[in-house]
């Protein structure tokens, strides 16, 4: 029977509620639960896990709604109370945060000092107006939010760029901005290298090896990934690479995305062409045909990271791919490779060199919930909303992974099960400790069975994070795992044990004529990349703790709807308030 808990006028964020969820979903008793705000894209998520009620209807969007699932009534008793205990935790935890919290525009900017940026992860239907708030204010965007629509992206960034400023997203996961970490990023060193990405884990990747190669990285601006699409037109990721171009710190340019449309591709290429300064470039499942004299066209992330510290020491590029030791024995019928991933371009990555290597051998599906479906290999990128709906990402929650692990342990034909673990700001606090017992299951269970599997691992981290990278990689491989250093040598060992090799592409040095433009940049972005950046925090209250202790100013907005949610009238109001010069 289905049971509805509402209290009213009490906003809480949106990973905080998915992850109380799964600490109430854990009662016994209790068959199923849900607690998210009472938002209308909230109430289609209730419906369609099966948990819609009359009562929800009735819900606001500032309102906290509970659905549970129980055939036993006392059990609703039980769950109120760990609600208002996690609550009161998280109420008490806020009282003694480090700093002063701001519930409106004109309180934030009274407490901030000198602000020039915010960062917004609030819902993606309220972000955009939040955005344009903060543009209006005069400061530089991070939206980390998702959901928001195209057609408000490429007016942000329409608006920010003739304002001398940065968007930096929708569904913008990681940046670093000179030296300070935003949203899901790693400590890294700073160094000469500056990276410019449309890829959230793609720039973890990168910075993480750049980093272990002892060279580092001081700017990484995140564009979004739409930002090289055709409408949007590459805006932001153009004024990121003249501002990397202009900052005498920068010795490396490095461009991470996945393939951009072809005219945009063509725009960026063109910008890149007027530059002195060395260029790596990764269009991640556009294979390099040939190189540059000043441009170097990687084929997979660990190739532009390790070609990027060797330009900055001033060294030719040769990039020599590995793969791991690997003592397994598989049986014949042991042909498929499962990767699961919580970072989004590393399943991207994996999925291209799985198609490169193997297509001769494979009848590819199509599937909206697969990067790579085959009748043997499947790769899944379980932060893809189709799995994050209603629940948090597996960066921060691992339960869908372990549940994919140890149903890919039933499939006969499993040879190698691939998983990273992208540690970091952000993320969990010890996700190996959570992964291990599963691997460790799978891999005894296959043995009772009279077969062995190849778990491969690898971890995005550097020795500065705070889940301790080493510490991570010793948990994972006392569960049996194999670690791989990288993404790359990770997949390429995969398909080495299936039987496959991957093949670097042969490329020679083209020379292609170019339109000469400007490089000029407006000096707000200048600026904002030559400081550490002092932050408004609107929404994860966890994004102002990295701030504040990367030794930057952030001040805390816990932001909430105003006008009851209704967003026609909240753009009435968000017009009026500036049309009259005012700050709600």
């Not at 972000?127 to 942000?156: I, Q, R, Y």
């Not at 532009?304 to 791919?321: H, M, T, Y």
């Not at 499993?414 to 460790?440: C, F, Q, R, W």
């Amino acid at each position: 029977m289905l049971y509805t808990i509402i209290k009213e006028n009490t906003y809480k964020d949106s990973i905080v509620l998915m992850l109380l969820s799964n600490k109430l979903s854990a009662i016994d008793g209790v068959n199923k639960v849900s607690i998210m705000m009472g938002t209308p894209a909230n109430k289609d998520i209730f419906k369609s896990s099966g948990l819609g009620t009359d009562e929800l209807e009735k819900a606001k969007p500032n309102d906290i709604v509970i659905v549970v699932d129980t055939d036993q009534e006392e059990k609703v008793v039980e769950v109120k109370e760990e609600v208002e205990i996690a609550l009161k935790g998280d109420s008490d935890s806020q009282n003694t945060s480090k700093g002063q919290e701001a519930h409106n525009w004109k309180r934030a900017m009274e407490l901030a000092n000198n602000p020039n940026l915010a960062l917004i992860s609030i819902p993606g239907q309220y972000a955009a107006m939040e955005a344009e708030n903060a543009l209006n204010e005069g400061l530089h965007v991070f939206m980390f939010s998702d959901n928001v629509s195209k057609e408000d992206e490429v007016k942000l960034k329409q608006k920010a760029h003739e304002k001398g400023l940065l968007v930096m997203g929708p569904d913008c996961g990681t940046a670093l901005i000179h030296g300070v970490p935003l949203a899901f990023t790693n400590n890294v060193n700073e160094g000469d290298i500056g990276i410019v990405g449309a890829s959230g884990t793609g720039i973890q990747e990168v910075t993480t090896i750049i980093d272990r190669y002892g060279k580092g990285v001081t700017n990484a601006l995140g564009t979004g990934g739409r930002d090289l699409s055709t409408e949007v037109g590459a805006i932001t990721m153009l004024d990121s690479i003249k501002a990397l171009n202009q900052d005498p710190k920068v010795k490396v340019i490095t461009v991470i995305s996945k393939p951009p449309a072809e005219e945009v591709q063509r725009k960026v290429l063109n910008l890149l062409r007027n530059i002195d300064k060395p260029v790596v470039t990764l269009f991640l499942g556009d294979k390099p045909s040939y190189q540059e004299e000043n441009i170097y066209h990687a084929y997979t992330l660990e190739e532009a990271a390790v070609v990027a510290v060797q330009l900055s020491n001033g060294d030719k590029p040769n990039f020599e791919p590995t793969t791991a030791d690997v003592n397994v024995v598989l049986n014949e019928s042991q042909v498929g490779i499962k990767g699961y991933y919580s970072g989004g371009t590393l399943a991207s990555e994996a999925a291209m060199l799985v198609r490169d290597a193997l297509k001769d051998t494979m009848t590819e599906e199509k599937s909206e919930s697969y990067v790579l479906k085959t009748n043997t290999h499947e790769i899944i990128d379980l932060g893809d909303d189709v799995y994050t709906k209603g629940k948090p990402h597996p960066m921060i929650d691992p339960e869908k992974r372990i549940e994919m692990l140890e149903k890919s342990m039933n499939d006969p034909e499993t040879a190698v099960i691939m998983i990273d673990n992208v540690i970091g700001n952000g993320g969990h606090e010890d996700m190996a400790s959570e992964l291990a017992p599963a691997i460790k299951r799978i891999l005894d269970s296959a043995r009772q069975e009279g077969r062995q599997l190849a778990v491969l691992a690898t971890v995005v981290g550097t020795a500065q994070d705070i889940q301790g990278y080493e510490k991570q990689i010793e948990i994972l491989k006392e569960s049996g795992a194999i670690i791989c250093k990288t993404n790359d040598q990770m997949v390429r060992t995969a398909i080495q044990l299936v039987g496959g090799k991957v093949e670097q592409p042969i490329t020679d040095v083209q020379k292609f004529d170019y339109t000469e433009e400007s490089l000029v940049v407006d000096e707000k972005i200048m600026s904002f990349i030559n400081m550490k950046p002092s932050v408004i925090n609107i929404g994860l209250k966890s994004f102002t703790e990295a701030v504040q202790n990367s030794g930057s100013e952030c001040v805390q907005f816990n932001w909430r709807p105003i006008a009851g949610g209704d967003e026609k009238l909240m753009k009435v109001l968000q017009f009026l308030n500036y049309y009259e010069g005012g700050t709600i």
